[in-house]
């Protein structure tokens, strides 16, 4: 069963056994405005938590996502390649950034859940 | 082609479109097209570049130019980019023989005149600084932070402190001054702003540890005030074993009024573009010369000018002997000779009396829009601004119209927009910078029109939502510009269309 | 003064809307702390006469191409300008108008620095290109910063021809640690040092062509073999009239191209300003620096440009923009793009023609002077000799005879002896058989 985390950074990560799928809110999709371009990691770079790993860029901004959590890429979502609207479109859902072989699966006790982070952006 | 025209508005499509291969503005001799001794690499290739006569050209180009709003045609209240008007004595003196046509690596014996000039203007840099040292090379004012801090950064390399990386800018700070520091290794901490606009000293005191090496201050800052705690932070970054580096794009609310050396900065960079007159040019060039004192002028990058009784002689290469501190070199060549001419040409036409009358009507105008238009606008801070005032858009609250709708608004209104949405410490900033060559009446007929469109906010969006409408295109899809960058033309172009 | 117009009655009106009596009050904060209204040890102001008097007589002390029989080249060049060009950038909407961040009132600007790309596009042969950076040695520099952010690697090589000022520019501005950086200067590229110096830790191999002593090379079997070890080629071009005869750089294999641009619509202005060209492949345009302009669509689906990109650079990536740069050459790159425009593909290639034409008729006249050594398997409009007295010696005796002739190798390469006897000699279109006499007939009596 698939369960969903979030970052002060505005990222999310759906866990499920072992894999997570990363994207950004749709908060920070809004913030952000059009996104034009996102620059994604490689099949097999290592990602460590807290550090960048790719980098979205709207007409106005420009921002590093930063991984949730440890391990190695599995593989990134081409499709934003050709049609980076669809973050906009469906953050949470068409518009996943990258899955990941967790490596360190106590790195996900530190995260929010998603009532936490809507407190969170109410703030 | 469809006639779009429209009165005096012409539309004018784009050189591939009406150039030909056959065509040309410029007549030469005939080339004998015999041997020739390039070798290898020799090769007779179609390039592609479409020409047109001279009258073809010159229509182009005019055409082209009636799109452009210009200082000249009117008001630009840019903050922060002081766009004062650009006399054209500059450009006559710039355009003399003796300097336009001369080349940098000329025999020193051909070309005193030239080094003279360099060093006059230098002279007049230091003296209305109050600073030390001057280097002439920085090509613009962001290479001029560069300088600032590449020898600030050679400093504490010479004094064997290399564990000093941080660097502390203030979140009011223009996106060069993080990006120069960032761009040479530092660590870039950010001091927040407090409810006076100005630095923390509180939260800049924190921050100024072992690792300390320099703080990036603009002042006046850029929110149109100075820096009232400057000597004091000065003092306190000394004590701590680091620099001072100040922005100068501000310095036409200083300029021949207040010293930037008796402040205490280390190193400054200013722009002659800004302050000095030099012409915007649609982008540039610019030119921007780091004055330095007694702790960084040592570290000065190649080529130093200096004077043998009375023969002037450049050091240049960075073996020599006399400039094995420098951190390095900045470009080819001596530095952006042509606006030299140019600024020298202000300062001396100003004089240091004339100069000072410059800085305080800047402020005067600022402060006169000020006045004029706290009822209607917001500022975003309370008490005299410098040679900026600063609003942020708390006025177009409930009214749906946005900073930006306000902007284009004004285009519509005969103004290029003010700067809007920087500093980034205010919301929806609006920022605007008069300077001293504009007239009363224009100052007047301007706040007139702001007036007239803030009061227009409060009968509903539409109007600004949809501006501009008169000028020759209006807002442009600047996504659909990112996302699928088209930045040239190509010969496909034609073929996919027929 | 004149370019002031607030009179006293203005100032004191606005002081008593502002609510002040002095303008001093408006400083008082200032005061309070440091010292305001400070002595100035400067002149008072003066007249356009005055001005204009004392600066003309600054310029009258210099020699320069049109009063000297003139041979420079080394990075700037002396060509024939149109009058057209310097008559259209002083229009006022040219001139003093603003970086175009507003489109809907600067589509002059950015229509011509669409056609600006595109024409430095084609000549560099590459698919694109910004809309300019100072120069050619700091468009070089930032180019070396790329290939680094591209490659993820750290180690420059550069080639031992390319311009020494350019090789200072890199080293200091490309934050390359010593033990990255491989530059050894002489005459000719060791094609083969090149080729062993390149391993996996190699961002980019530097080389300029034609190169510093006017050398021309063909680079396409090194742009192969640098590329096949993961690592750049940048091509720098000096003299991009040279880009009329030989193949583009693009052509040859070039991933990144860096060129100074002053030969077209600019005049050599004792140094600046000058218009830097970059261009790339359309692979690495994400992470090419400074302002380029696209094309889009207005609301009402009219075709416009705008600046596009903008998020790579410093106002809005700050600390992780792709370079600090703010400016781009603007009114240069306007010259350029119209002095090309008046020349078409004809005129082009005809005075790159005319250029190569005129050095190897100088060369012939020179090589006829007794000791006197070319050194050059190739050139394009310059060229190095090798002299039987030092070069800074035979240029200082030619200037006193009112001839320029080249540019004394030691000056900027003052560490090799090998070298301190030649001189590079640049000739253009600009220069006439009485010219070229000039130098022969003095080079006699400077030899004699």
Redesign the interface.
């Known amino acids: 069963m698939a369960e969903i985390y979030f970052t002060k950074e505005h990222e999310w990560i759906k866990v499920e056994d072992n894999v997570g799928v990363v994207g950004i809110t749709a908060y920070a999709s809004e913030q952000l405005g059009d996104i034009v371009f996102v620059e994604l990691p490689e099949e097999g770079i290592i990602a460590e938590i807290g550090k960048d790993i790719a980098v979205v860029e709207s007409v106005k901004a420009a921002s590093e996502v930063y991984s949730p959590v440890s391990g190695t890429i599995i593989k990134s979502n081409e499709d934003l390649n050709s049609t980076p609207e669809i973050v906009n479109e469906d953050p949470v859902g068409k518009g996943w950034f990258y899955e990941i072989k967790i490596s360190n699966n106590d790195e996900l006790s530190g995260l929010m859940s998603e009532e936490e982070y809507q407190k969170h952006i109410g703030d | 082609m469809k006639n779009s025209n429209k009165g005096l508005n012409h539309d004018?499509p784009?050189?591939?479109d009406i150039?030909?291969?056959?065509?040309?503005?410029?007549d030469?001799?005939?080339?004998?097209?015999?041997?020739?001794?390039?070798?290898?690499?020799?090769?007779?290739?179609?390039?592609?570049?479409?020409?047109?006569s001279?009258p073809e050209?010159?229509r182009?180009?005019?055409r082209?130019?009636?799109?452009?709003?210009?200082?000249?045609?009117g008001l630009?209240p840019?903050g922060s980019?002081t766009?004062?008007?650009?006399?054209r004595?500059n450009?006559?003196?710039a355009?003399?023989?003796?300097?336009?046509?001369?080349?940098?690596?000329?025999?020193l014996?051909?070309?005193?005149?030239?080094l003279?000039?360099i060093d006059?203007i230098s002279?007049?840099l230091k003296?209305?600084t109050?600073m030390k040292a001057v280097t002439m090379t920085p090509?613009?004012?962001?290479?001029g932070?560069?300088c600032g801090m590449?020898a600030i950064k050679k400093a504490i390399e010479s004094r064997n402190e290399c564990h000093r990386t941080k660097v502390l800018v203030p979140d009011s700070a223009?996106?060069?001054n993080?990006?120069?520091?960032?761009?040479?290794?530092f660590d870039?901490v950010t001091i927040k702003s407090d409810k006076n606009g100005r630095l923390n000293f509180d939260d800049f005191k924190q921050n100024v540890d072992k690792k300390f090496a320099a703080a990036m201050i603009t002042n006046p800052n850029t929110c149109g005030l100075?820096e009232?705690d400057?000597?004091e932070i000065s003092n306190y970054i000394h004590d701590a074993g680091g620099y001072l580096y100040c922005d100068g794009a501000n310095f036409n609310a200083l300029v021949?009024?207040?010293?930037p050396g008796?402040?205490g900065i280390d190193a400054m960079h200013i722009n002659l573009h800004k302050t000095f007159?030099t012409?915007?040019?649609?982008?540039?060039?610019?030119?921007g010369p780091v004055v330095f004192s007694d702790l960084l002028k040592d570290f000065c990058?190649?080529p130093l000018l200096k004077k043998d009784e009375e023969y002037y002689y450049l050091v240049?290469?960075?073996?020599?002997k006399d400039i094995d501190k420098s951190?390095?070199?900045?470009?080819?060549?001596?530095?952006?000779?042509?606006?030299f001419?140019r600024a020298?040409?202000y300062?001396?036409?100003?004089?240091?009396?004339?100069l000072?009358?410059?800085s305080?009507?800047a402020?005067?105008?600022a402060?006169?829009i000020?006045?004029?238009l706290e009822d209607v606008l917001t500022p975003a801070y309370e008490?005299?601004c410098?040679h900026e005032v600063l609003f942020n858009d708390d006025f177009l609250s409930g009214t749906g119209v946005e900073t930006i709708d306000f902007?284009?608004a004004l285009?519509d209104k005969g103004y290029?927009?003010m700067t809007i949405y920087?500093p980034l410490v205010v919301h929806g900033a609006l920022l605007v910078e008069p300077t001293?060559?504009?007239?009363?009446n224009?100052i007047d007929q301007f706040i007139e029109t702001i007036r007239e469109l803030a009061s227009k906010t409060q009968d509903g969006e539409e109007f600004f939502k949809k501006a501009?409408i008169y000028?020759?295109?209006?807002?442009?899809?600047?996504?659909?510009?990112?996302?699928n960058?088209?930045?040239?033309?190509q010969k496909n172009d034609v073929i996919a269309a027929e | 003064m004149r370019y002031l117009p607030l009179t006293k009655n203005d100032r004191e009106e606005m002081l008593s809307t502002i609510g002040v009596n002095n303008i001093d009050e408006l400083f008082s904060n200032i005061a309070e702390k440091a010292n305001i209204n400070p002595k100035i040890n400067l002149p008072n102001h003066k007249t356009e006469m005055e001005v204009e008097k004392h600066l003309s007589l600054l310029s009258d002390k210099n020699l320069h191409a049109d009063n000297s029989s003139f041979f420079i080249g080394g990075g700037s060049y002396k060509h024939h300008i149109p009058a057209s060009v310097d008559h259209i950038i002083q229009r006022s909407e040219f001139l003093t108008s603003y970086t175009p961040y507003q489109p809907e009132i600067s589509q002059g600007t950015l229509q011509y620095l669409y056609e600006f790309q595109t024409q430095v596009s084609l000549l560099t042969g590459m698919d694109i290109s910004n809309a300019s950076m100072y120069d050619g040695s700091t468009a070089t520099a930032e180019a070396v910063s790329m290939a680094k952010r591209i490659t993820k690697r750290n180690g420059v090589i550069l080639s031992n021809t390319i311009h020494p000022h350019y090789a200072d520019v890199i080293k200091t501005v490309s934050g390359i640690k010593d033990n990255e950086l491989v530059y050894n200067r002489k005459f000719s590229i060791d094609i083969d040092h090149l080729f062993n110096e390149v391993n996996d830790n190699t961002a980019c191999v530097v080389v300029q062509n034609p190169d510093f002593f006017g050398s021309c090379y063909d680079l396409s079997s090194l742009a192969e073999f640098v590329q096949s070890k993961g690592a750049l080629l940048i091509v720098v071009v000096t003299e991009v009239l040279s880009l009329g005869m030989l193949k583009s750089p693009g052509a040859m294999g070039a991933d990144i191209v860096a060129c100074e641009g002053q030969s077209l619509g600019n005049p050599m202005n004792f140094g600046g300003p000058y218009v830097g060209l970059l261009s790339t492949k359309n692979k690495y345009l994400r992470q090419i620096p400074g302002r380029i302009v696209g094309e889009s669509e207005d609301v009402d689906g009219k075709k416009g440009f705008v600046l596009t990109l903008s998020a790579r650079e410093q106002h809005i990536r700050r600390e992780k923009a792709t370079s600090n740069i703010c400016t781009n050459s603007g009114l240069c790159s306007l010259a350029f793009t119209i002095h090309l425009t008046l020349l078409g593909e004809k005129g082009f290639k005809n005075l790159s023609r005319l250029n190569h034409e005129s050095a190897l008729n100088l060369k012939e006249k020179i090589l006829k002077i007794p000791e006197v050594k070319l050194l050059n398997k190739s050139f394009f409009n310059e060229f190095t000799i090798e002299l039987p007295i030092k070069g800074e010696i035979f240029i200082n005796r030619m200037a006193e005879k009112r001839v320029l002739a080249g540019i004394p190798v030691s000056r900027l390469i003052n560490n090799n002896k090998e070298l301190d006897n030649c001189i590079v000699v640049a000739s253009t279109e600009t220069n006439t058989d009485d010219d070229m006499n000039s130098f022969i007939e003095a080079a006699k009596e400077v030899l004699r």
């Open positions: 004018e784009i050189l591939f150039g030909g291969m056959d065509k040309s503005g410029v030469l001799n005939e080339p004998t097209f015999k041997e020739n001794f390039i070798g290898e690499c020799f090769e007779d290739r179609e390039i592609g570049l479409p020409g047109l001279e050209s010159i182009h180009y005019v082209l130019s009636r799109k452009n709003y210009s200082i000249d045609a630009y840019l980019c766009m004062k008007h650009n006399p004595l450009e006559k003196l355009r003399l023989k003796g300097f336009s046509e001369v080349h940098p690596l000329q025999p014996s051909t070309c005193q005149g030239a003279e000039l006059e002279v007049w003296e209305l109050g090509k613009a004012g962001a290479q932070e560069l590449l223009h996106g060069t993080p990006a120069t520091a960032a761009f040479l290794g870039v100075f009232d400057i000597i021949g009024k207040v010293r008796d402040l007159s012409p915007h040019g649609g982008g540039g060039p610019g030119s990058p190649a240049e290469n960075l073996n020599d951190f390095g070199r900045l470009c080819v060549f001596h530095g952006q000779m042509g606006m001419v020298l040409s300062m001396m036409s100003h004089g240091s009396d004339g000072r009358q410059v305080e009507d402020v005067l105008n402060n006169y000020k006045s004029s008490g005299y410098m902007a284009k285009i290029h927009p920087f001293e060559t504009e007239s009363k224009s501009p000028t020759p295109i209006r807002r442009l899809d600047e996504t659909k510009a990112a996302r960058p088209v930045l040239r033309w």
